[in-house]
């Protein structure tokens, strides 16, 4: 009976002890924060005391709190993203999505129109060719309905239902559709056989995701098959994406070598590799570039360049060398925060305000013919 009663008090006493660290904890860096953002904590008492209009609601303060934050910070690679625009850049990121099956695209009017893929759970529901949706589950869709706000409606787990109410034309009647979600592919790769010389494949990869190199391995080999010997890798307007991915995309091509260095702050240089001759490693190729190649494609166009793999054609490239980490907060949005620099081991310039300068410099000017593809077909036919 004694050891119980002692026990008992020892538990209270260390659940005592405990409350009062973790509430001196807490308060501790309450105090700690105001003293930090005195001016702020007065400014908004004032915003929200004595403005004639009510405050938007508090996470619109606080996003743009954070935003006015970074600004300061000077760092335009360091950035904020609210949670849907985090979550759509995930599932880009990660290669597939729980969702419908659908692409959207905006009329003239601003109306939401839908292009179902083939076989998909849209299509299969039947949903068709330009219906115009109007609702997704408790969403109006509007001219005015942002697309992002459209798109996180649509995706959830897969295997739960979306409800849609779409107009089909050319009547516009009203359709109410149950489609049941299903794990959808987002492509990162798509390719095509030129049509200038069927000899020659064009691989575009649109964003360095987690899936691009085994996307990049069925590309050539789906290209092939229809009696390609001749690629061009596309990275135009290709913003990056995941820098490991980029790493392995560039190790495909590459025989042996180093592929790129980083180091982050007060770390030791980290050294990335080709550890075995990739299998494209004798595939002819050409690289096409422009300012929009940024980030992990700088470094897949940079590497072959400057291990002599591809020619890049096009113009210089956007010349982004830094590393971003992602910290997710805790109502899903997240903060972007540059943590670290790399660069090619063969290059003597930074990237950054310089870019990757081609080997073949081509501006497309005004006209509708794709002078950089053409110029990389005839560098890839012609006589060495």
Request: glycine residues 8%; aromatic residues 8%; negative net charge.
């Amino acid at each position: 009976m004694y050891f119980r009663r002692s026990f008992l008090f020892s538990l209270i006493a260390i659940f005592c002890l405990s409350t009062a660290f973790f509430s001196g904890f807490f308060v501790h860096a309450y105090y700690e924060s105001a003293r930090d953002f005195p001016v702020l904590r007065q400014a908004y008492r004032i915003l929200k005391n004595h403005s004639l209009e009510d405050l938007p609601p508090p996470p619109a303060i606080e996003y743009g709190m954070i935003r006015g934050m970074l600004e300061a910070y000077g760092d335009p690679n360091s950035t904020f993203l609210e949670p849907v625009q985090q979550m759509l850049q995930t599932d880009s990121l990660q290669g597939s999505v729980g969702g419908i099956g659908v692409e959207l695209r905006r009329d003239s009017e601003g109306n939401t129109i839908i292009s179902p893929f083939p076989d998909g759970p849209a299509a299969q529901a039947g949903i068709q060719e330009g219906d115009r949706l109007v609702r997704v589950g408790n969403v109006n869709v509007t001219p005015e309905t942002p697309m992002e706000t459209i798109q996180e409606a649509l995706r959830g787990p897969e295997g739960q239902s979306a409800w849609l109410e779409v107009l089909r034309p050319p009547d516009y009647v009203k359709i109410e559709v149950e489609i049941r979600r299903e794990n959808i592919p987002l492509p990162s790769t798509t390719w095509y056989v030129a049509s200038k010389d069927t000899r020659v494949g064009v691989i575009k990869i649109s964003l360095i995701a987690s899936s691009t190199p085994e996307e990049v391995k069925t590309a050539v080999d789906d290209l092939r098959k229809q009696g390609v010997s001749f690629f061009v890798l596309d990275l135009r307007d290709n913003g990056g994406g995941l820098l490991t991915s980029g790493v392995d995309t560039a190790r495909l091509f590459l025989q042996d070598g180093v592929v790129l260095q980083q180091q982050y702050r007060t770390q030791k240089v980290e050294t990335f590799s080709v550890e075995h001759p990739g299998p494209l490693v004798d595939l002819p190729v050409a690289v096409l570039v422009n300012e929009g190649t940024a980030s992990a494609a700088e470094i897949v166009a940079g590497s072959l360049q400057s291990h002599g793999r591809a020619a890049l054609i096009g113009s210089p490239t956007y010349g982004k060398d830094s590393i971003q980490l992602v910290f997710d907060l805790q109502d899903g949005s997240s903060l972007h925060v540059t943590a670290a620099r790399w660069w090619l081991p063969n290059r003597e310039t930074p990237l950054t305000g310089t870019g990757l300068q081609p080997d073949f410099l081509v501006s497309q000017g005004a006209t509708s013919m794709d002078l950089a593809l053409t110029t990389a077909i005839q560098v890839l036919l012609s006589p060495e």
